[in-house]
């Protein structure tokens, strides 16, 4: 039964076949394995007797059998790893022999010469100077390879010379091609990745040169069977897949050969030949072809290399803005969004995004918040590195499908170990439409055996969901500007660290001078008092314009002692241990409502105090709360009648909170962040009495509680303070929290 399916995945079968130790060679040549210490025969292709003239089985000493091999094998540059050719002869003719070493073993491949005088080296070095002068003034890359493809062809006699160019998955391009028309034109397909497995770009790779004279050879064994095996990764006479030979076949030829185009050592892609009948290559034109194919090769990667630090240098000058603007600004990120043109300059982008310590900011064309947060996470939760770059993110991410329009595309830099802290810039979709040479997606199953589709024709496929990918240089520059952000972040952390120090010292200096003027001062102004009241006592016959000068005085001196009282409360507040303990809460505001029953004589004052839970603090402390938030309601009400005063009590998560609402004379909330500053008022020093420093005093006892304080308030319609203190560790929830 035979099953056709759309199952890319299929060809994966292929890939695990064990192409490089096949166990067989193509016909057209001979193989010996050598061992090299002794000269004898490990194994030999099946025909080597009768090819050779000698009896090679396995044992068979080289310099009794073939005196000419052995001699050859003799010397130290005949047994270095690396491949080398001589002329031997052999059975009466000569041989071309190509050795090179697998393991601990040689391997000797040996080929007919060739017959015609003009493939003989001299007659071919003319022919590769006249090509390698055309690659000099040839710098556009469709004009490099159509000399390539047309030179090849010319010098092989093939039907069909195409150049095959990898992109960044493996898929295939034809980019230029030269033919006589007997096979069909392949120029501007693409090919899948599946149509050459991992394992055989592996192989093309290590060895450039690849050819198949005739696919409908039998192969020949190589005996005896050993094992391991012997690695034949570079053996030009290796027998081939018979998963590729189906593949040749459906293409419609019979004859091929490659030649392997490396760029910086690694695969760019390849120069491929067809012939739609057997046909076969001599050895020194296939020397002359990889000749020809390695200079090209050296032309484009000089070329890729000139593009590639033309851009580097571009990207390196958009760096060194983006550097002065950050330096310039307060914070790195300021100085990144202001100069929003180049941070995208800096990586070719249509839009970007910082997310970091909680802020967002984005430039150009980017995502909604929720979705740039959205891909932060994914990108948090798949562990990633330091850098992260795909073109098409849907399809790893589907939710970013819904933004494609503008972020099908992302490069993504972390900027913090300890946070989730991005810079991510976003490329728009790219819709393009693709040709394929036949479905890609099509295999077929038959008995357990997966064979290559058997269509070539051109099958064209719209693209979607993916945009143009990331250049290395535009990879590069990222990381550059991941190091330079570190680096201003760490100096401002090192510059933030040294202001630190500096100001907890001068808090230390400026506490001591507080405490020092304050404790100095409280005993001056008790004598003015004193003084002015047994002046008043002892003159009575001032007249009533001297007893106001007097009252005035002491008023004064009165006002100045409760400011240097507060003010030396304040100033200890940096010393003072703070002793935690369990709290009632009730007891502290019956205290400071009795505290205050002076001054609520001829109040109407409706109280509202709910039962309150307890805290977890220093009681003696957290009493100075209370009483400086309940006189403030009691003073702040006084235009009222009647006043009202609630004061209310809840547990809310690892929290206790507390609130003081009053129905008073409230203040503006545009003022809000004024409320707890020293000496800030809201209200006019003629209308309420005070020192400025009550609310200041409270934050900074909740302060070293680890608590807060909020406010909130309205003109003329009261306000509300509200505080909350972290619960004591010990205490389990005594029910579910709620909030009034």
């Known amino acids: 039964m035979t099953d056709a399916r759309d199952d890319t995945a299929d060809l994966d079968l292929c890939a695990r076949e064990p192409i490089h130790i096949p166990g067989a060679i193509q016909p057209y040549g001979v193989l010996l394995v050598i061992d090299p210490g002794t000269l004898r025969v490990v194994q030999a292709s099946a025909n080597a007797a009768e090819k050779l003239g000698a009896p090679l089985e396995a044992g068979t000493s080289l310099p009794a059998a073939l005196p000419a091999l052995a001699e050859a094998l003799s010397g130290d ?440 003027v304050s404790h100095d001062l409280r005993a001056p102004f008790r004598h003015i008092v004193g003084y002015s009241q047994l002046l008043r006592e002892r003159a009575p016959e001032l007249d009533e314009k001297c007893r106001h000068y007097l009252d005035s005085i002491a008023d004064a001196a009165l006002s100045a002692g409760r400011l240097v009282d507060d003010l030396l409360a304040f100033s200890q507040l940096g010393r003072t241990h703070v002793a935690s303990t369990d709290v009632d809460m009730n007891k502290l505001v019956a205290e400071v409502k009795h505290t205050l029953a002076f001054t609520l004589e001829q109040r109407a004052i409706d109280w509202r105090i709910d039962p309150l839970p307890p805290a977890w603090g220093d009681p003696n402390l957290l009493r100075q709360v209370w009483l400086n938030l309940v006189e403030n309601a009691v003073k702040y009400t006084r235009p009222r009648n009647p006043a009202r005063i609630e004061v209310t009590g809840w547990v809310e998560g690892d929290e206790t909170c507390y609130r003081v609402r009053d129905n008073g004379v409230g203040f503006d909330m545009a003022y809000v962040d004024k409320l707890f500053g020293v000496f800030q008022r809201l209200q006019r020093a003629e209308d309420f009495e005070g020192t400025g420093i009550g609310l200041a005093l409270a934050r900074r006892i909740l302060d070293r509680h680890h608590g807060r304080i909020t406010a909130q308030g309205r003109l003329d319609e009261g306000a509300e303070f509200m505080f909350a203190l972290p619960r004591n560790p010990t205490r389990k929830p005594t029910g579910k929290p709620t909030k009034p």
């Open 77 to 516: 540059a005949a047994l270095e790893a690396g491949a080398d050719q001589q002329r031997i002869e052999a059975a009466g003719r000569h041989w071309q022999m190509t050795l090179h070493r697998s393991g601990a073993h040689l391997v000797a491949e040996f080929e007919a010469p060739p017959a015609a005088e003009d493939e003989t080296m001299d007659r071919l070095f003319p022919r590769l100077r006249r090509f390698t002068e055309t690659l000099t003034d040839d710098g556009d890359l469709a004009r490099l390879t159509g000399h390539l493809a047309r030179h090849v062809r010319a010098l092989t006699g093939h039907d069909r010379a195409l150049v095959y160019r990898f992109d960044a998955e493996w898929n295939g391009e034809v980019i230029a091609e030269d033919g006589n028309g007997r096979l069909p034109s392949y120029l501007g397909l693409r090919f899948p990745a599946g149509d050459i497995p991992a394992q055989a770009r592996r192989l093309y790779r290590l060895s450039r040169l690849r050819m198949i004279p005739d696919i409908d050879y039998r192969p020949v064994p190589i005996m005896p069977a050993i094992d391991p095996p012997v690695d034949l990764s570079l053996a030009t006479l290796r027998s081939v897949s018979p998963v590729h030979l189906e593949y040749m076949r459906n293409m419609g030829t019979a004859a091929s050969m490659s030649v392997s185009i490396l760029v910086a050592g690694e695969l760019w892609g390849l120069v491929a030949c067809h012939s739609a009948r057997p046909h076969a290559v001599s050895l020194n034109i296939r020397n002359a072809c990889d000749f020809a194919v390695q200079a090209a090769a050296a032309r484009i990667e000089a070329r890729e290399r000139s593009a590639g630090d033309a851009l580097r240098l571009r990207l390196g000058e958009v760096l060194g803005r983006l550097l002065g603007r950050m330096a310039a600004a307060s914070d790195w990120r300021r100085g990144l969004v202001e100069a929003g043109p180049e941070l995208l300059a800096q990586v070719g982008a249509s839009g970007a995004a910082i997310v970091a310590e909680g802020s967002y900011h984005a430039v150009g064309d980017a995502p909604e918040e929720a979705g740039v947060r959205a891909i932060v996470a994914w990108l948090e939760a798949r562990g990633e590195g330091d850098l992260y770059a795909t073109p098409a993110l849907a399809t790893l991410l589907p939710e970013a499908a819904s933004f494609a329009a503008v972020a099908s595309g992302l490069l993504a830099i972390r900027i913090s170990e300890l946070h989730p802290s991005w810079l991510l810039w976003f490329r728009p979709e790219v819709v393009r439409t693709v040709s394929w040479g036949g479905d890609p997606h099509k295999t077929v199953a038959e008995h357990g055996r997966i064979h290559p589709r058997a269509s070539f024709a051109a099958w064209q496929e719209q693209v979607r969901l993916t945009a143009l990918p990331w250049r290395p240089a535009e990879i590069t520059a990222a990381q550059d500007l991941r190091a330079a952000i570190v680096g201003i972040v760490l100096r401002k952390a090192e510059e933030l660290a040294a202001l630190t120090q500096e100001l907890q010292r001068s808090n230390k200096e400026l506490e001591a001078f507080s405490y020092s």
